[in-house]
């Protein structure tokens, strides 16, 4: 039994529960992932060397990208007119994680395994992670389209932004400079070199964030004239 709280596999039950008192498919959505994300740290944060005390290891659960999905999900559920934000930085999130995997061979610099790890379970919340909520968005989308009409604009792109540069200097740069963890495997090196040869994978990110505005903007419209 132990194994399976270790493995956070309460969260699959638990999901069904949260549903049931929240009619609310994203929401409990958010909260099981963030959960799921937050016990692997709890239980496995100690197999890694981050160059810092092991009991400040389980901060790297708000380090990555996909971490601040989980924050942008909530402040979407609370404040309803950051739908575009939500969705563009969901949708980064999403494409940027499965083309860099695919195109360029990105694997998990946190691979380290553990005899109890369920890897199966592990790599399915994984994928989760990275597509799950986008597609929650665009359904909630398709299902009231008045959620998000002209709102993929000027200012959803500058928020977007604003959210990746937030990301990249005060989270991510700041835990590389302490750690020397590249988070990501394509960002490996510490040389000026090997970190100038990693730039067009950051512009392709950033890059991202007009075609998610794009994207959103077209699937409102498309909703709006085509379902309704």
């Known amino acids: 039994m132990y194994n399976y709280i270790r493995n956070g596999l309460y969260v699959i039950p638990l999901f069904p529960l949260l549903y049931y008192t929240s009619n609310d498919l994203f929401l409990s959505t958010c909260i099981c992932l963030k959960l799921f994300s937050g016990n692997f740290w709890y239980y496995y944060s100690h197999l890694y060397n981050y160059n810092i005390p092991r009991e400040y290891n389980v901060l790297k659960q708000f380090i990555r990208l996909t971490d601040t999905g989980h924050l942008v999900s909530f402040v979407y559920y609370f404040n309803p007119a950051f739908f575009p934000v939500a969705f563009n930085v969901h949708f980064i999130i999403s494409f940027a994680y499965w083309l860099t995997t695919l195109l360029f061979g990105m694997e998990d610099v946190?691979?380290?395994?553990?005899?109890?790890?369920?890897?199966?379970?592990?790599?399915?919340?994984?994928?989760?992670?990275?597509?799950?909520?986008?597609?929650?968005?665009?359904?909630?989308?398709?299902?009231?389209?008045?959620?998000?009409?002209?709102?993929?604009n000027e200012q959803s792109l500058?928020?977007?932004?604003?959210?990746?540069?937030?990301?990249?200097?005060?989270?991510?740069?700041?835990?590389?400079?302490?750690?020397?963890?590249?988070?990501?495997?394509?960002?490996?090196?510490?040389?000026?070199m090997k970190l100038f040869y990693k730039i067009p994978i950051v512009i392709l990110v950033f890059y991202l964030a007009t075609v998610a505005n794009y994207s959103g903007n077209y699937l409102s419209g498309f909703f709006e004239n085509f379902l309704y």
Not at 112 to 131: E, K
Not at 137 to 147: E, G, N, Q, R, Y
Not at 169 to 176: G, L, N, S, T, V
């Open 158 to 192: 500058y928020y977007t932004q604003l959210w990746l540069y937030s990301w990249l200097f005060f989270i991510y740069i700041p835990w590389r400079v302490i750690t020397k963890d590249p988070v990501y495997s394509i960002l490996e090196g510490h040389t000026f």
């Open 110 to 152: 946190d691979n380290a395994t553990d005899s109890s790890m369920i890897m199966p379970v592990q790599n399915t919340f994984c994928a989760l992670n990275h597509g799950f909520p986008l597609l929650l968005l665009i359904v909630k989308m398709s299902k009231d389209p008045d959620i998000c009409i002209n709102c993929f």
